[in-house]
Every structure is written in C-alpha cells, then in structure tokens.
C-alpha cells in the first residue's frame, strides 16, 4: 500500500494566488514525521517545511504552511501569494518511528506552474 | 552551514568503466543517504549510513558500493553499470533522531553510454 499519496500529478496557480497541495499519508505508528520538499529543474531537494505527529499547531514557515489533519491522515502544503519561481516539482514524504536514521518515504510529487 | 556538496554535477560513463561520486556535508550530521531519482519520479532510497556504519541497503545490486570513511563524506562506487541506472543521484544527511529534516545535494546526473 501507498505510503504517502500526492493525488495532483500537475497544478497551475496565478501569480499571486494561493495554491494547495495534497497529501495523504498512511501509518500505524505514532511517532511520525512529515515534510514537505520542492525540487526546481536544477535537481536539488529543497526542504521547506516540517510536521510531527505530537504537534498541536499546524506548522508554518513563511509564505508556506501546512494544514494538518490527523484524523483523515492528510497534511497539505499551502502556499501563499505564489510567485513565478515557485514552479517547480513538489514531493511529500513521511519519516516513521522514532531514533535512528530513518529514511523518508516520498510521495509521487506534484508539478505545480505558476502563470504570470 | 547547511549544506550538501556532491560531486561531479554530471557524470557520463561507459558500462565497463569504474567511477565515484563524492559527497560532503560539514554539518555534523551522523545519519547520510544515497537516493536515486529517474525522470519525473521520487527519489528511492538505496542506502543509509548511521554513525559511519551501513544501516539500510535497500537491495542495491552490487555494482553499486557505497562508502562512508568518516562522519563528513561518504562515496558511491560504480563499477559496470548499465545503462537504465542512468538517474540522477542524491545524497543527504541528517540528525539521527525522530523527526529531523534531511538536507540533500544538488545531485549527480549519471549517463551511462
């Protein structure tokens, strides 16, 4: 079964609209941690943003934030006032279990273009 | 210093030659990973290194040998590749711990020929 699910192979947003991501999740474990990363065509993973499974508060990080949804096991990435170099692949992913070096399970990624 | 170097940028090999690609990271990080990506994929995880020992190889075929000779670097070795392991490859680190982000490089983009 899928771990993590990005069901938007592909989004357009305006210049200066927001925009939502989706992703949903599935583990039996309590201890988790999900993220949310942006790879531009240059390749490089960009880490943008971060929420534990104990947090009581939806995670933010400047003009992104994350709506977290334990219940329904979804944790959405929102992305305020877009701009033209936001475009880029988006990938979710999930890190299971506590200690150790464990590995992040991504999802299958969404492509989102910003239109001027 | 949040950074992830990996070298080369890009790398064209033929299926008999032997290559490495190099990775550094100065962040005093314990945990670091090899990751390959085919084209409009996710990255899969190949190997996890923890505290500079192999914690997850996640069935790489041997012709793919990583290498980690101190908690800064670690290496992948390639010996007789064939041409759909033409990916780009990344390498993160991390904290070991629950919850803590990995920082990745900007990748190799590997062609085998």
């Known amino acids: 079964a899928q771990k993590i699910t990005q069901t938007q192979p592909g989004m357009f947003v305006q210049e200066k609209e927001a925009v939502t991501l989706d992703c949903t999740y599935d583990?039996?474990?309590?201890?988790?941690?999900l993220f949310w990363y942006k790879q531009p065509s240059s390749g490089e993973m960009i880490f943008l943003i971060y929420?534990?499974?104990?947090?009581?508060q939806n995670a933010t990080e400047g003009r992104y934030s994350l709506n977290f949804q334990k219940a329904r096991k979804s944790a959405n990435l929102v992305i305020s006032a877009s701009q033209l170099g936001d475009s880029a692949m988006y990938f979710c992913?999930?890190?299971?279990?506590?200690?150790?070096?464990?590995?992040?399970?991504f999802g299958s990624g969404t492509q989102l273009t910003v239109l001027p | 210093d949040t950074e992830v170097t990996q070298t080369p940028k890009h790398l064209v090999m033929g299926m008999t030659n032997k290559k490495s690609l190099k990775c550094e990271q100065h962040?005093?990080?314990?945990?670091m990973y090899w990751y390959k990506q085919k084209a409009k994929k996710p990255p899969e995880l190949m190997f996890v290194?923890?505290?500079?020992?192999?914690?997850i190889n996640e069935s790489v075929p041997s012709r793919f040998s990583p290498e980690c000779p101190n908690s800064s670097l670690l290496n992948l070795h390639l010996h007789a590749l064939q041409p759909e392991d033409s990916a780009l490859y990344l390498c993160?680190?991390?904290?070991?711990?629950?919850?803590?982000?990995?920082?990745f490089g900007q990748g190799t983009r590997l062609t085998v020929v």
């Open positions: 993160a680190s991390s904290q070991v711990g629950r919850g803590l982000e990995a920082f």
């Open positions: 992913a999930m890190r299971e279990g506590p200690g150790s070096a464990r590995q992040l399970t």
């Open positions: 929420q534990g499974s104990y947090d009581q």
């Open positions: 583990t039996s474990d309590p201890s988790y941690g």
């Open positions: 962040m005093g990080h314990r945990a």
């Open positions: 290194y923890s505290y500079e020992k192999l914690s």
